[in-house]
């Protein structure tokens, strides 16, 4: 069965070459539709790609019914309801590198534009005057470039502009003195980047915390006749503060590529000489706009054939190199999960997950993710899956811990899974093998050599003669093939369990008849 992916937002061929390249897709190209049309059409879907133009509700993700995945073709997923989406266990992946160089190239055009005044003269002189003197600029050289967010697109800023000779200062709540270092720029707060800069340009996301962060307070604390910049996202300048704050003569220049409400027209800011502004340009180059496109469209194949993701929105990211060491457990920790979830009928109050060994060395929440995945699985099905997973736990008031120590108790790496009940603790702990592959090799306090996979009975059992060849006659009267079978006990007489791996579900009725024999005390059938 194919694949169908729906692109509701122009985007290249080349962009989505991956896509054309991969087999097993069917890809439906639909621009232009109103939302009645896209919720009506999105329905047997499992990829949706966008760029900005479409607006990704939650009433939209409702009706989508197959939707695994929506790939934003840009930096920004401001157009997408996140929080509806991962509800859903919808990913969401976007492009976070592929407009940079474009938006860093925007952001000091427009800059050197204002400062120079190139637009105004431009259109005098197309207006038939030629006046030299009412576009005294300024030079950029030796001015101070005060920059707000210093992400991928701010850190290129910084670059350029030391290029230029400019003197930074930047703010970021993740920026350290070893990166401004090698930057070369200087390390301030908010309120020293708004006191001290003669230009200022913002580039963080937009956000409760950032919207209109720029305001009127703010621009009270800059220096007379500063000029901004705004290329990253519209709401985060206060556009009425703006306008007073030129008008007022304290803002000497602003150049704008983004609004709070687009298109932007008929402005009164636009009315305003000291103003520059295009219409959200930051990425509208060939280049970026392929990049952007190709990297959504690689994230979407992946994600529908090996289940990896690139740049995941609503997932916490993970390095190429931490994924090469953690993938081969991803399907070990479900298993743990899952058989844990048919271990035991008790109500989940917190789950706790140790890793020991060279895993404690790495960022293992996508694990994590995958082994409350498996506990849940048993009584929320497919709706549940790695982006929703830790929400519904908390949804669930389960609460979820992760820890880590490096000694391994005898093994390269041992994950174990720990769940708190009304009724109890129970465990599970389980390695991979060197050639051998996966293994659980403890159940509660008992050590077990079992292979997660297929069709397993878990016994428990008083530790006396006769107990397994009971099971085992029992087993050949229901016609249950043995394909393996595993005993571990704590001390001798006391209480034991089996694990054994049969080629066929056992039904309901043939664990009841296990139930009734001597010295059993329980029995599970565990389908992995």
């Known amino acids: 069965m194919a694949f169908k992916i729906l692109i509701s937002d122009p985007l290249s061929e080349d962009g989505i070459f991956p896509l054309r390249q991969a087999e097993g897709f069917e890809i439906v190209m639909e621009t232009d539709m109103t939302p009645d049309q896209l919720k009506e059409r999105i329905k047997d879907f499992d990829a949706l790609l966008v760029r900005s133009q479409t607006t990704v509700t939650k009433e939209l993700l409702e009706a989508a019914d197959q939707l695994k995945i929506i790939g934003r073709a840009g930096v920004g997923v401001d157009n997408i309801d996140l929080d509806a989406a991962t509800e859903k266990g919808i990913i969401v992946v976007n492009a976070p590198d592929g407009n940079t160089n474009s938006a860093a190239e925007h952001t000091v ?55 230029q000779r400019m003197n930074v200062v930047a703010y970021d709540p993740y920026l350290t ?19 001290v800069a003669d230009f200022i340009t913002v580039h963080t996301p937009l956000l409760k915390e950032t919207r209109r962060m720029i305001n009127k307070e703010a621009f009270e604390k800059m220096k007379d006749g500063v000029q901004i910049i705004n290329c990253a ?36 800011l636009l009315t305003l000489p000291e103003v520059i502004a295009t219409p959200h340009l930051g990425a509208s180059t060939f280049e970026a706009q392929e990049s952007v496109a190709v990297d959504v469209s690689r994230d979407v194949v992946n994600f529908l054939t090996i289940g990896s993701v690139r740049n995941p929105v609503n997932l916490p990211s993970v390095s190429r190199d931490v994924l090469a060491k953690i993938e081969p457990f991803f399907d070990l920790t479900e298993k743990l999960g899952m058989f844990l979830s048919q271990i035991q009928n008790s109500v ?56 880590k120590t490096t000694t391994g108790k005898g093994f390269l790496n041992l994950i174990t899974v720990e769940i708190v009940t009304e009724k109890g603790v129970r465990k599970v702990a389980g390695t991979l093998l060197n050639g051998l592959g996966a293994r659980i090799v403890k159940v509660d306090d008992y050590v077990v050599d079992v292979i997660p996979s297929g069709h397993l009975l878990f016994i428990r059992h008083r530790d006396q003669p006769g107990a397994i060849g009971r099971v085992g006659t029992l ?28 080629d066929n579900h056992v039904e309901s009725a043939s664990i009841k008849r296990i139930k009734e024999v001597q010295n059993i005390n329980d029995a599970k059938a565990i389908d992995l």
């Open 109 to 163: 055009a427009m800059m050197m534009s204002m400062a120079r005044k190139i637009p105004q003269a431009f259109n005098s002189l197309k207006n038939n005057k030629w006046d030299r003197k009412s576009f005294l600029g300024v030079e950029l050289k030796d001015k101070t470039l005060g920059i707000i967010g210093l992400g991928r697109i701010g850190a290129e800023v910084a670059r350029r502009a030391r290029g």
């Open 177 to 195: 003195e070893d990166v401004a270092k090698k930057l070369g720029i200087e390390i301030g707060t908010v309120d020293e980047v708004l006191e």
């Open 233 to 268: 996202r519209g709401g985060i300048i206060d556009e009425d503060a703006l306008y007073d704050a030129i008008v007022a003569g304290k803002v000497a220049g602003a150049a704008l590529d983004v609004f709070e409400e687009e298109p932007f027209l008929d402005h009164k």
């Open 348 to 403: 989940i109050h917190e789950i706790n997950i140790q890793y020991a060994g060279e895993l404690a060395n790495y960022d293992v929440r996508a694990l994590t993710r995958n082994t409350v995945k498996g506990l849940l699985k048993r009584n929320l099905g497919e709706t549940v899956n790695d982006v929703n997973a830790k929400l519904l736990a908390d949804r669930y008031g389960i609460k979820v811990n992760e820890q």
């Open 475 to 502: 087993l050949a009267e229901e016609n249950v093939n043995i394909a393996a079978m595993q005993v571990g006990r704590s001390t001798e007489g006391g209480y034991a369990i089996m694990m054994l791996a049969v």
